[in-house]
């Protein structure tokens, strides 16, 4: 008989807090789940799940408590739609769309589900960190100076934002406390 149980809290992803954490199970950790994997999500107001997309995956996201806005960007016809979803509301994101969550309770905590038992990620922040300013410059004209020195706070990936170079904002113009510094991704149990 394989192993079918995985305590989720046992293989952090990413987290920058106690507050803002995800935790994952993949078929890394439990073998016989070729064809999904889940993401147990929680947000503090003032922090973000960064934009990002997954190549090989849709997502589901299940909201368990609180409130968040869920927005998604259609590659076929650039269109931005958020979603306001509230517990026990579901949002679902096809593969390859462009997303990010931002809650708007004090706490949100979502479960996502994938269609794919090893989900892949590109993080908006790793494209920006990683794409030369000039190459910014030739492609949309932008200042290729000011898109460095805005984009020189992004040290590595972000996954929940912002980063721990950058003030958080519990209320727009005023800052609050940036909490503990961000820990990076773990090892995959």
């Known amino acids: 008989m394989p192993n079918l149980a995985f305590n989720v809290r046992d293989n952090v992803l990413f987290k920058r807090n106690e507050d803002n954490v ?3 199970v993949t078929s890394t950790q439990l073998p016989p789940m070729t064809g999904g994997a889940f993401t147990d999500l929680r947000l503090g107001r003032g922090h973000i799940r960064e934009p990002h997309w997954h190549p090989n995956a ?3 996201h ?3 408590a609180g409130e968040a806005d869920i927005s ?4 076929d016809s650039p269109q931005l739609v958020n979603y306001r979803a509230k517990e026990g509301q579901v949002v679902f994101v096809p593969a390859g769309w462009w997303h990010w969550i931002t809650p708007v309770s004090e706490k949100v905590h979502l479960h996502a589900f994938f269609n ?10 790793d494209i920006l960190r990683l794409t030369p300013p000039e190459v910014l410059k030739n492609a949309y004209n932008v200042n290729a100076a000011l898109a460095g020195k805005a984009f020189a706070p992004i040290m590595e990936s972000v996954r929940i934002g912002p980063p721990v170079s950058v ?5 727009p113009g005023k800052p609050a406390n940036p909490g503990q510094p961000y ?4 090892k995959k149990t």
């Open 72 to 75: 998604v960007m259609c590659p």
């Open 22 to 24: 995800a935790y994952e």
């Open 183 to 186: 820990l990076n991704e773990k």
């Open 58 to 60: 849709w997502e589901l």
């Open 167 to 171: 003030p958080v904002q519990s209320e």
């Open 62 to 64: 299940v909201v368990v």
């Open 116 to 125: 794919h038992g090893q989900p892949e990620t590109v993080h908006g922040s």
